[in-house]
Every structure is written in structure tokens, then in C-alpha cells.
């Protein structure tokens, strides 16, 4: 392998302020690079800055619509325990204060803890705030280095040259929505998730949710608390009944929707709706990224793209951190950030092009030979047992395994890899979310294992304050 860029810092551009960003930033910073990080809101926090605003268009289909960025609803909170979520060397504890001490706090108690760490390490001092990025392309001096145009929400534009940018935007945002035929004539309301926040609106009405993940179930039982009916539509439901709620009842997904404002399931089972709430997901967008085409977005498959991270042929200029989803996302973001920052500063050294586009393809070719949609491309996580992909062999993990995959990068940038307390807390959570029932997280039988979780924490503080 041969390094693409001399040993030394770089300047380097940092697209969105939210966990991926905060994190990223910083490993930069440690790394030696020089960092400008673009917010276009006023704060840090990303996904987990709530607002009580929605979009007109209720299901932001509306190209030219005013775009809402936050897709927090009120009522919710995370799907894993707290003790599994923070950075490796800045903990997400319960606070002294009057914040959310439960192990599934809610989006206020994560906010706050991305505020803190932002002021731990003085992450304001890079941030331009309330400046949204327009234009990333190469310069047309350099292709190596990349120009970044943006404007301020007073109006203010502006142009900056730099030797990388990290892409750090999110991929809450842009709604994917669910293909229902009839639906052009059918007269009731629909909605994404994405402007869901609280249930008021749905009083006494029917209400269908498309959508069996996270999202669905915890909006199926908000709206449920206000609704005169709740029906699920989701994929391998196999019974009608939903523990807890005497107005809630699962069925398979949607067949078609009718003018006089049926709704038929595939079982053939019929339901008088009032609304629909798409609870579909989101698809990855980057409309300010011009690369001539290079860097694609289909069927939700960013690529080409080496370890989810690094365009082949714009590598090391180009970065993405925190495509993957599920698994254990604030920890995936910090391994992969410092992986980004320590190839820029030529610690660390990418293969040719040629090799990182043999391997990005033959990545393609087996999901392919796995039967593994183009939509599943960036999900990292343990496959065994999870209704999302089915079946699966068990040589097939290699595929997707997080560990697998978080191990291979900290050999790349010789850092730890995850901590063994943390991968098997997560695979215990993990199971909760899929089949621990609607009140999952006010249970816990593994109180053991946090406690082996608090004695880790204890000796990283003792660590921490002899090195200080």
C-alpha cells in the first residue's frame, strides 16, 4: 500500500454538527489538522435538536418545500441503554443535575450530553453556526483539493479552498416513503415520521403506521394514547394482537389503498383509515456534493465507496462518516473519524485506487449473491436474529458484522478497537428492541453486566485524572 497524501496536517472541512460531526471534528483536531466545521443551525446536536416545527407538506415529497432538519418526535427516547452509547473516553453517565437519569433516557438527556462533550473539547471554536454548505467540488486548479461554498442565515456568502472535506450531514431528513397502489384517489391524510411530534392531531381517528421498526412501534403507541384505532402495517407479522393496547392490532403490509377510503392489507383484511403515518425510513442526500456523477445515491446504496468510507477515486479528499446504520452508532462515528483523520495526516495509508474499487465491487457482488437488497448496503450490525434481513448462515456475518468491521479500522489507525463490555452489552439491547415487547426499556435483567459497565467507567476516570 502506498500513501496518497505527505505526512503532515491538513485543512479540512467538516460538514454538520451533530454526533457524527462533534466526533469527527475533534479526531481531526487530535490528529493535527486544521478544522472548520459548517452547522447550519445555531447549536450543536443534529438529529437530536428537537423542534416542535414541521413541514408544510406533511409527507416532504415537495422538492421546493421549506425543510424541517430535526425528526425528533416528543416523546421520544433511545433504543439502547445509555451505558452503550457514548464515545470511549467520554462516557454517557447519568448527571447530578435535574436531567433524565433512566438507562433509555430520552432526546433532551442525549442532547445535552453531545452539549457537553462539544464544550469538553472546545468544539465551538471551529464551528462557523447558522452557515449551510451549498457546493462541494474539486477546485479546478487542483483536483486533489476541494472548494466549499456556503451561505450564512443572514444572507452572507462566501467561498474556501481545503485540502479535504468530511462529510458528516445525516441521513434523517430526506423521507423515503411507501409505495401503496391506489393511493392518488385514496382521501384521507398522510404523513412521514419525519414531521410526527406529537399524537394530538390524530384524536379519535384510525390511524395506519407502515413501518415495524423503532420509529413505527414507538409512534404506533404515542398515537395510540389518543387514537380511536391503531393498525401496523408491517413485513412477518404473523398474529393481530400487540401487548398493552386494547386499539392496537399488526397486519402484513398494505395490498392497495380505495377511494371510499378503504384500506386493504395482503391477508385480505379491510380497515376504514383516516390517516397514514409512513414510518419508511430516509433515504442518504447530499445535494450539495458535485463529483461529476462519480458519487451516486441508488436504492439507498451510496457508492462507490471503500468501508462505507472513502470514494476510491476521490479518496483521501473526500470522507463520509456515519453511513452505517444501526449497530452502535456514537462509537462507529468515533472509529471511523479517527480512521479519516489519521489517513489525512498520512499516519495511516489507504490502498491504490484500483484496489479500493476491487474490493468496494466485490462487497457489491456478494450482498448481491446473498439476496441482500441494494437498501441494506450500509447496515452494520450482527444479522443473526434480526427480522430485518431474515436468515442468514453463519458464515455470512462477515458480511455486516460490526465487530468485524470496527476491528479492521482500528488496525488501520492503531487505535482500540470496541470494548468487550460494550459489544456485549449492545447484543443484549439489541434483542430488547426486536423482540423485548413495547416496554423494554423500563426492563432490565442484566444488572450484572452494568456493573461490570460502571467498574470500566471507574477505571478510565482514575485514568483520565492521573494523566491530567
Known amino acids: 500500500m502506498t500513501s496518497l497524501i505527505p505526512s503532515r496536517g491538513r485543512h479540512v472541512a467538516v460538514i454538520g454538527l451533530g454526533a457524527a460531526g462533534l466526533v469527527a471534528a475533534r479526531e481531526l483536531r487530535r490528529e493535527g489538522h486544521t478544522v472548520i466545521a459548517f452547522e447550519r443551525e445555531k447549536h450543536v446536536g443534529g438529529l437530536w435538536m428537537y423542534t416542535d416545527r414541521v413541514e408544510l407538506d406533511s409527507l416532504s415529497v415537495d ?8 425528526s425528533v418526535y416528543e416523546s421520544l427516547r433511545t433504543n439502547l441503554p445509555r451505558e452503550c452509547m457514548g464515545y470511549s473516553d467520554f462516557p454517557f453517565v447519568t448527571r447530578s443535575d435535574d436531567g433524565d437519569p433512566r438507562r433509555y433516557p430520552d432526546h433532551r438527556e442525549v442532547l445535552k450530553y453531545l452539549q457537553d462533550f462539544a464544550k469538553e473539547f472546545k468544539i465551538d471554536e471551529m464551528v462557523r453556526f447558522e452557515t449551510e454548505v451549498l457546493c462541494v467540488e ?12 456556503f451561505k450564512s442565515s443572514s444572507g452572507v456568502s462566501g467561498e474556501e479552498t481545503f485540502d479535504a472535506v468530511v462529510v458528516c450531514n445525516g441521513h434523517y431528513t ?14 384521507g391524510k398522510q404523513f412521514h415520521s419525519h414531521n410526527y411530534r406529537i399524537p394530538d392531531q390524530f384524536k379519535d381517528q384510525v390511524v395506519i403506521v407502515i413501518g415495524g421498526q423503532a420509529s413505527g412501534n414507538d409512534i404506533s403507541s404515542d398515537i395510540a394514547s389518543m387514537a380511536k384505532e391503531v393498525h401496523i402495517s408491517a413485513k ?3 398474529s393481530e394482537s400487540y401487548s398493552g393496547y386494547n386499539n392496537l392490532r399488526l397486519h402484513p403490509p398494505i395490498y392497495r389503498a380505495r377511494e371510499d377510503g378503504s384500506v386493504v392489507f395482503k391477508n385480505g383484511k379491510v380497515v376504514f383509515a383516516d390517516a397514514i403515518v409512513h414510518c419508511t425510513g430516509y433515504k442518504y442526500h447530499f445535494p450539495f456534493l458535485k463529483t461529476n456523477g462519480y458519487v451516486t445515491v441508488e436504492d439507498n446504496r451510496v ?3 471503500y468501508k462505507h468510507v472513502f470514494p476510491p477515486a476521490l479518496a483521501p479528499g473526500i470522507s463520509f462518516i456515519g453511513l452505517p446504520f444501526m449497530g452502535l452508532q456514537f462509537f462507529m462515528f468515533e472509529i471511523q473519524s479517527k480512521w479519516v483523520a489519521s489517513v489525512l495526516s498520512g499516519r495511516a495509508k489507504l490502498p491504490s485506487e484500483g484496489k479500493m474499487m476491487e474490493e468496494a465491487i466485490a462487497f457489491y457482488a456478494k450482498l448481491e449473491d446473498l439476496g ?10 450482527d444479522p443473526q436474529g434480526n427480522p430485518m434481513l431474515g436468515t442468514f448462515k453463519p458464515e455470512d456475518e462477515v458480511v455486516i458484522s460490526q465487530s468485524d468491521y470496527f476491528n479492521w479500522i482500528a488496525e488501520q ?4 478497537s470496541i470494548e468487550p463490555w460494550r459489544e456485549r452489552l449492545y447484543n443484549v439491547a439489541i434483542k430488547k428492541v426486536f423482540f423485548g415487547g413495547d416496554s423494554y426499556r423500563d426492563r432490565w435483567d442484566a444488572d450484572q453486566l452494568i456493573e461490570e459497565v460502571y467498574r470500566e467507567f471507574a477505571k478510565l476516570k482514575s485514568n483520565q485524572d492521573c494523566s491530567s
Open 63 to 70: 422538492p421546493d418545500r421549506t425543510v424541517v432538519h430535526s
Open 236 to 238: 412477518g407479522v404473523t
Open 413 to 416: 489507525c492503531g487505535c482500540a
Open 174 to 187: 430526506e423521507p423515503r416513503i411507501a409505495h401503496i397502489p391506489g393511493i392518488d384517489s385514496w382521501p
Open 138 to 149: 474539486p477546485t479546478e486548479k487542483d483536483s486533489r483539493r476541494w472548494r466549499v461554498q
Open 303 to 305: 457508492g462507490p465507496l
Open 372 to 381: 441482500i437488497p441494494k437498501r441494506y448496503t450500509h447496515f452494520l450490525t
